[in-house]
């Protein structure tokens, strides 16, 4: 069993960055790759990004433009979500998930249902 705790929401003001933090605990870090994801209200979850068990591969969502950058420390059993540019429609709860892979390249966890999943934290852009 795998608990995700994120923590690192608040408001920022649109144009600011933020730094999400994602830190795991109650099994082997370095045998899931993590995926970050998000929700606004009253709209559909949305995939962020996602990181291999290495952090040698990476898979974006086509619409982050390369604002938002995800990487992750094994040695702190942490994955981290850097946004920038942010923009009011980027206002949502950010949510972390694991999924086992171990050894897998990114692109081999496309579509899969994640395991594991953080309670999230709130982002909010204001103007």
């Known amino acids: 069993q795998v608990q995700l705790v994120e923590s690192g929401g608040g408001t920022v003001q649109a144009g600011g960055s933020l730094r999400l933090s994602c830190v795991a605990s109650?099994?082997?870090?370095?045998?899931?790759?993590i995926g970050w994801f998000r929700q606004a209200p009253g709209k559909e979850r949305e995939f962020v990004g996602a990181?291999?068990?290495?952090?040698?591969?990476?898979h974006y969502g086509d619409w982050t433009k390369e604002r938002f950058t995800v990487w992750r420390v094994n040695a702190k059993n942490t994955v981290y979500l850097q946004m920038s540019s942010l923009t009011q429609e980027d206002t949502a709860v950010y949510y972390c998930?694991?999924?086992?892979?171990?050894?897998?390249?990114?692109?081999?966890?496309?579509?899969?249902?994640?395991?594991?999943w953080g309670q999230g934290t709130q982002v909010t852009v204001s103007s």
């Open positions: 990181v291999s068990w290495s952090g040698g591969s990476l």
């Open positions: 998930a694991a999924v086992y892979a171990p050894r897998a390249h990114i692109t081999a966890v496309i579509g899969r249902q994640y395991d594991y």
């Open positions: 109650g099994g082997t870090f370095s045998n899931y790759a």
